[in-house]
């Protein structure tokens, strides 16, 4: 990671805790929810109710895409926009675990054409790293030569 460089980094409520230890073990500062993503159904837009193993209390229907820093204070880098919106309804996509295209573009339009890489990648994304048992060999070769 760069010296001075941002972390965004996906978390579901009921394991929240467990980023937050490892972020702060990595060396990163907490910054806050960047976006919200509530899941709605294809169908309708309907937000989609508890699904999946059972609850504590509720089931997680939401994610939350957390911000960390390499720096304790102050941005690491210029951001382009102060106007995107923090909660995002949208249906959740076909491959298990996969996140919406949109929160890639936010990212960028965030902050900016920098160097970024996507960890546990379900696919390949033009001007994205990638690094995920999901991605087969040979589509790496591919983007590599093209």
Known sequence: ??????????????RLDVEMETAKKWG????GIVSVWVKARKRDGAIIHGQGIRPTFTKPT???????????RGRPFPIFTEKQPQVVVTPRTGMHSEKPAIFRDRIV????DLKRIELFATR?????????DAIEPMQIEIAANS
């Open 62 to 72: 939401a994610e939350l895409l957390t911000g960390w820093t390499t720096n304790a």
């Open 1 to 14: 990671m760069a010296k001075r460089a941002a972390l965004f980094c996906w978390m579901t409520c009921p």
């Open 109 to 112: 339009e965030l902050c900016g």
């Open 28 to 31: 990163l500062h907490y910054r």
């Open 124 to 132: 390949l994304i033009p001007g994205w790293d990638a690094w995920g």
